[in-house]
């Protein structure tokens, strides 16, 4: 999986509500190495915010779930939303035929809404 991260300015008042309000887009890409088509969904990334912290559900994605053909690899992005100011970021994925969850964190974002 690669990854690449940016954080789109806020621009709106201080919400008192505690909404998460700042967008983190993240590109992915994910790789079939089967000999078989393998589902994938959006719902399988999740975004941490800290070390310890919650992660947080896609808000917004490229591509609808759906099967991958074997052997393909697929390019895409997803979004979530974050605290405004949040640096300590990783992006998980689950794949139902792994063990693990697979995390990356993300790197600094820098104002353009680019980071890697």
Do not use: C, I
């Not at 983190?24 to 079939?32: A, I, P, S, T, Y």
């Not at 719902?43 to 912290?53: M, N, P, S």
């Amino acid at each position: 999986m690669r990854h690449g991260g940016g954080h789109q300015p806020d621009d709106g008042p201080v919400n008192p509500h505690g909404v998460w309000t700042e967008t983190v887009l993240v590109g992915v890409e994910v790789h079939n190495g089967l000999d078989r088509p393998m589902l994938f969904s959006p719902g399988q990334f999740r975004l941490r915010v800290g070390a310890d912290g919650p992660t947080v559900t896609a808000y917004d994605t490229e591509r609808p779930p759906g099967a991958l053909p074997a052997g393909s690899t697929l390019t895409t992005w997803v979004s979530f939303l974050a605290p405004k100011g949040a640096d300590d970021l990783a992006v998980e994925f689950a794949d139902p035929d792994a063990a693990d969850v697979l995390a990356m964190r993300l790197g600094q974002a820098k104002l353009t809404g680019v980071a890697s």
